[in-house]
């Protein structure tokens, strides 16, 4: 390991000790290690779709393909190929340290722009979903609720999505609860996210391209209250010029350091 990042690790874990609120704001980047791909990394979904991601992924389009019933056929791989992930995916290290920061009381909520319900499972309680959840969908129609397990037992007894509502008189279109390009954020977790970050005195970006509004916009609004702001990326991001510091490198490797050094401090502090 270099000397710049054994300081830039040791200075992290130094600041999350002495944090009074912090918080993670994570994205795609965070589950690439569990085998789910990002969405604009070297392998990342749109990446390799090569179009607009609008064309596959927007409200509009999942609109079209559902009223026309004629499933878009990249829609439909692109989906199933996410769903398959989805369901074998594990937490990595990654998750697991977020989840014994939190545990630790360091990190006081994680805002995710993720819908792998990782870092649940890898141990953090307060999870913001900005973007949605893969775990329940509903009926466009009737707003009926449904389990993913339904869900994906209709697409696996139809071969088709969106599968229709099973309501009596409704046959309206299943949506997963992700949010697509051009829907609204959930109102509760966009209001949740905003007032962690106007209260945290620490925010830990990890792995995202910060390019999604209105997401991208909390490390401005976690800085303007005079936040330190730490991303953890493969890449550059927009908003490394705010940045107090920058970790080039796998989250499962970083993180699990990070980690090593917050409990030589506690042990330290302990002594
Ligand atoms: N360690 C560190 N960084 C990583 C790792 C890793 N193991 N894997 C990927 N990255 C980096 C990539 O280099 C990239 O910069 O994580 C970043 C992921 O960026 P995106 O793929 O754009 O994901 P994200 O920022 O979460 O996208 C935001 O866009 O399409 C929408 O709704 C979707 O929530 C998503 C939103």
């Known amino acids: 390991m270099t000397e710049d990042l054994t300081e830039k690790i040791k200075t992290v874990a130094k600041w999350i000790v002495e944090s009074k609120y912090a918080i993670v704001l994570s994205g795609a980047g965070m589950s690439t290690e569990s085998g789910i791909p990002d969405f604009r990394g070297p392998e990342g979904v749109w990446t390799k779709l090569g179009d607009d991601p609008m064309d596959v992924s927007s409200i509009a389009a999942f609109e079209d393909m559902a009223s026309s019933k004629t499933p878009d056929p990249r829609m439909q791989?692109?989906?199933?190929?996410?769903?398959?992930?989805?369901?074998?995916?594990?937490?990595?290290?990654?998750?697991?340290?977020?989840?014994?920061?939190?545990?630790?009381?360091?990190?006081?909520?994680?805002?995710?722009?993720?819908?792998?319900?990782?870092?649940?499972?890898?141990?953090?309680?307060?999870?913001?979903?900005?973007?949605?959840?893969?775990?329940?969908?509903?009926?466009?129609?009737?707003?009926?609720?449904?389990?993913?397990?339904?869900?994906?037992?209709?697409?696996?007894?139809?071969?088709?999505?969106?599968?229709?509502?099973?309501?009596?008189?409704?046959?309206?279109?299943?949506?997963?609860?992700?949010?697509?390009?051009?829907?609204?954020?959930?109102?509760?977790?966009?209001?949740?996210?905003?007032?962690?970050?106007?209260?945290?005195?620490?925010?830990?970006?990890?792995?995202?391209?910060?390019?999604?509004?209105p997401a991208a916009n909390l490390p401005n609004i976690a800085k303007s209250n005079g936040a330190k702001i730490v991303i953890i990326n493969d890449e550059e991001t927009p908003k490394d010029n705010i940045a107090d510091i920058i970790i080039r490198g796998r989250l499962g490797e970083v993180l699990p350091k990070i980690l090593e050094e917050v409990e030589l401090l506690e042990q330290k502090k302990g002594s």
Request: charge should be positive.
């Open 77 to 213: 791989e692109m989906l199933m190929g996410i769903v398959q992930k989805l369901i074998t995916a594990r937490p990595n290290k990654g998750h697991k340290v977020v989840g014994k920061l939190y545990k630790k009381g360091y990190v006081k909520a994680v805002i995710t722009q993720n819908i792998d319900n990782l870092h649940q499972r890898g141990g953090a309680k307060e999870v913001i979903e900005v973007h949605g959840t893969y775990k329940t969908a509903t009926c466009m129609t009737c707003g009926n609720k449904y389990k993913f397990e339904q869900l994906l037992q209709m697409v696996l007894q139809d071969g088709m999505f969106p599968p229709l509502c099973e309501k009596t008189q409704c046959g309206g279109f299943i949506k997963p609860d992700v949010v697509f390009f051009g829907e609204m954020l959930p109102p509760m977790a966009l209001r949740k996210s905003m007032h962690y970050a106007e209260t945290t005195d620490l925010m830990l970006i990890l792995g995202s391209s910060l390019v999604v509004y």
